[in-house]
């Protein structure tokens, strides 16, 4: 079929895939190491490659301008933020000692965390490159407190000292902890938000008299816990249901159990969390000069921003010739591409005339044209994700929702629904589903393409929920379920992706706004 599932051009070649014959090797849910099964016990769904080719691509988006595809539930950020969270948890960097000693991951493994290792590498003394100097300290000997920031480069008029780009090195390649974070684009702001973040709380830290040896560790803490906060109350229980967080903390959970130790569920990594593909835009509005919008130069394509990044030497102007500009001299981002915030979270009550917040694209079946054909020989990400599924022996969707005594599956009938059931239909897939294609339905069919169903929704929630309550330095270890964020938040008690952007400043810098 001459598609290789284990060349990963969209998260980079970093995530690692477990073998099946592994995984059967795995006593379920009994810490397994690095991977393992929620549902051990269950059968796993045989499906011939020529079915799987025919619902991949009867999983192409259509109409991917259409806007009753939006979720107006979800703004386009989390989308990203969601591929951000993907790169903290399915790649450990902090443990490579113990993963060359270990290859198989079945002892001595560090767990997947929503722990920001990929923002902090190994600390201030591990990962040197990631630091500032400190100037505040041993005449700057020393690296840290503060992440290095990098500078853009000016075009188009737009001048000033912008500090709006990873850092990078004089080839171009990012100077950050998980380099699947240089991407796109989006994923790479994202990651430099975080970046922001953490010396923001820094400079904060420092104003109020804590002594300088202190800050990092101190920093570190209240960022990731505040990380750990969003991730759990806006975005899974956005994509879920308010409330949801709070009630598996009370009732414990069912499905995702481990005994002291978190383990990437093969469920949750090959099926459930990649509900994130079929959320991608293929044209967004970046900013006020790479917009659909009036004035604007061009949309900001998936083309684009696969393109200004240093992964795909898009930035590098003299590796990757462009359409859009001409080389730069140096291998940073162009100062037009500085991200808008406003049009990817709402951080404004409502945003100004010409300033459009986009949606994400719905949780359904349908994903768009262009990551039907990935670069580099990468194929059909839906049919790398069906077949994935065959490879690590999932369950059906069925099967699993049966086993979770889920009290109104979905039905045949509605799985058959759309030009997509159709053809899932034709082979028999509409009573026994592929996991993920099951999942992404159940949004469409119970969720109105806006949130999970049952199914997605309990499985979701539960991981997340597992890998911040194991994690020994989380907010729900140390502090339990009754801990609040503490940084200013438009609500009381909340913090969310806006809050954090607001906090951080730098809202839309091409357009000199820094506040709101
Ligand atoms: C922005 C465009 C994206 C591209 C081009 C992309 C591409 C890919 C590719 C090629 C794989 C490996 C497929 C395989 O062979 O098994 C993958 C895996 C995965 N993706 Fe994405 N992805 C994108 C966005 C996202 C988002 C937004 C999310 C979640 C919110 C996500 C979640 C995942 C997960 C959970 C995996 C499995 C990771 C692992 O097991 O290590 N992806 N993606």
């Given at each position: ?200 709380v820094c400079d904060q830290l420092a104003a109020s008299g804590k002594p300088p040896g202190e800050i990092f560790e101190e920093a570190r803490r ?192 509605e799985i058959s629904k759309g030009s997509d059931g159709a053809v899932a239909k034709k082979h028999g897939l509409h009573e026994h589903t592929p ?82």
């Amino acid at each position: 079929m001459g598609t290789d599932v284990n060349v990963q051009p969209g998260h980079g070649k970093a995530g690692r895939q477990p073998t099946r014959q592994f995984l059967d090797t795995l006593s379920g849910h009994d810490d397994p190491g690095m991977f393992g099964r929620m549902f051990p016990t269950l059968e796993p769904l045989a499906v011939d490659d020529g079915p799987l080719h025919e619902l991949a691509d009867a999983m192409k988006d259509p109409v991917p301008g259409d806007p009753a595809g939006n979720n107006a539930n979800v703004p386009a950020g989390f989308t990203y933020l969601g591929q951000f969270v993907d790169h903290d948890i399915t790649l450990d960097l902090t443990s490579f000692g113990d993963k060359e000693a270990d290859p198989m991951a079945v002892e001595n493994f560090r767990t997947p965390a929503l722990d920001l290792d990929s923002v902090y590498g190994l600390g201030p003394d591990g990962s040197r490159h990631l630091y500032a100097r400190n100037s505040a300290s041993d005449n700057g000997k020393t690296p840290g407190p503060k992440l290095l920031i990098g500078k853009t480069v000016n075009v188009d008029s737009i001048t000033g000292d912008h500090r709006n780009d990873l850092p990078r090195s004089p080839e171009g390649f990012a100077l950050i902890g998980d380099h699947r974070n240089d991407e796109n684009l989006l994923v790479a702001q994202t990651h430099l938000a975080m970046l922001k973040f953490h010396n923001k709380v820094c400079d904060q830290l420092a104003a109020s008299g804590k002594p300088p040896g202190e800050i990092f560790e101190e920093a570190r803490r209240i960022v990731t816990w505040h990380y750990q906060w969003i991730v759990l109350h806006d975005f899974v229980e956005r994509i879920t249901e308010k409330g949801l967080v709070a009630k598996i903390l009370e009732q414990g959970r069912r499905f995702y159990r481990f005994k002291k130790t978190p383990y990437m569920p093969v469920e949750f990594s090959a099926a459930v969390y990649r509900l994130g593909h079929s959320m991608v835009r293929q044209v967004y509005s970046h900013n006020r000069i790479f917009t659909p919008g009036p004035g604007g130069l061009t949309p900001a394509t998936l083309d684009l921003l696969f393109r200004f990044t240093g992964l795909s030497g898009g930035i590098i102007g003299d590796l990757a010739p462009n359409p859009i500009q001409p080389p730069l001299p140096l291998p940073v981002l162009s100062s037009n591409w500085i991200i808008d915030w406003r049009r990817f979270y709402a951080v404004l009550p409502s945003n100004p005339p010409g300033v459009a917040l986009n949606s994400s694209r719905k949780i359904d079946p349908f994903v768009v044209p262009q990551l039907h054909t990935l670069p580099g020989d990468g194929g059909s990400l839906p049919f790398r994700n069906l077949k994935r599924g065959v490879l690590l022996g999932l369950p059906s969707g069925q099967d699993v929702a049966k086993a979770m005594k889920i009290k109104n599956p979905l039905t045949p009938a509605e799985i058959s629904k759309g030009s997509d059931g159709a053809v899932a239909k034709k082979h028999g897939l509409h009573e026994h589903t592929p996991l993920w294609y099951y999942i992404l339905k159940e949004a469409e069919q119970r969720g109105s393409g806006e949130r999970l169903g049952p199914v997605g929704a309990t499985l979701l929630a539960e991981v997340f929920v597992g890998l911040v309550h194991g994690d020994h330095q989380s907010y729900l270890w140390v502090k339990g379920k009754n801990w609040k964020p503490t940084l200013p938040s438009q609500v009381p008690g909340e913090f969310t992706m806006a809050d954090l952007l607001r906090f951080v400043g730098d809202i839309s810098p091409i357009d000199g706004i820094s506040t709101v």
